[in-house]
């Protein structure tokens, strides 16, 4: 599905408040990274990986509501981002998509998570805030 497919199924919307919402979600991304850490260092490391997806959500939800939408979506969430935003996570789109799917099965399916998976997915998402902060800035 594409960012029309995501519009038309209404998994993406336009919502004129979304653009005062950028800010309390870097502060979100930036609480979760901090709790992916801290879980990290007490060898919580599934709670460290959904930790640290949640902080790259979040970011990514920044940058939606930049533009004045909203996601109902984590799928449609990445698609939206990779359309509206072409150049500024090109390289980094399949790592975004597999942590998503990652996460899926991390909540859902109950499967282990190494260290260092939560080490990858922590760097992966200090990397988007950081990204996304200058962006916004």
Same mark, same amino acid.
């Given at each position: 599905?594409?960012?029309?497919?995501?519009?038309?199924?209404?998994?993406?919307?336009?919502?004129?408040?979304?653009?005062?919402?950028?800010?309390?979600?870097?502060?979100?991304?930036?609480?979760?990274?901090?709790?992916?850490?801290?879980?990290?260092?007490?060898?919580?490391?599934?709670?460290?990986?959904?930790? &640290? $997806?949640?902080? @790259?959500?979040?970011?990514?939800?920044?940058?939606?509501?930049?533009?004045? $939408?909203?996601?109902?979506?984590? $799928?449609?969430?990445? @698609?939206?981002?990779?359309?509206?935003?072409?150049?500024?996570?090109?390289?980094?789109?399949?790592?975004?998509?597999?942590?998503?799917?990652?996460?899926?099965?991390?909540? $859902?399916?109950?499967?282990?998570?190494?260290?260092?998976?939560?080490?990858?997915?922590?760097?992966? &998402?200090?990397?988007?805030?950081?990204?996304?902060?200058?962006?916004?800035?």
């Amino acid at each position: 599905m594409n960012l029309h497919g995501c519009i038309q199924e209404g998994y993406i919307k336009k919502d004129n408040s979304a653009p005062i919402r950028v800010e309390n979600s870097l502060k979100l991304a930036e609480k979760f990274l901090k709790a992916a850490v801290k879980n990290l260092e007490i060898k919580e490391n599934t709670m460290g990986e959904i930790a &640290a $997806y949640n902080s @790259v959500f979040h970011s990514l939800r920044a940058l939606l509501f930049s533009r004045g $939408y909203k996601e109902r979506s984590h $799928y449609c969430l990445m @698609v939206a981002v990779e359309e509206l935003f072409p150049e500024l996570l090109h390289d980094h789109i399949q790592a975004l998509h597999r942590v998503r799917m990652r996460r899926h099965q991390v909540q $859902y399916d109950g499967i282990e998570v190494s260290e260092e998976e939560v080490r990858m997915v922590i760097n992966l &998402a200090r990397e988007i805030l950081e990204k996304i902060r200058n962006f916004l800035r």
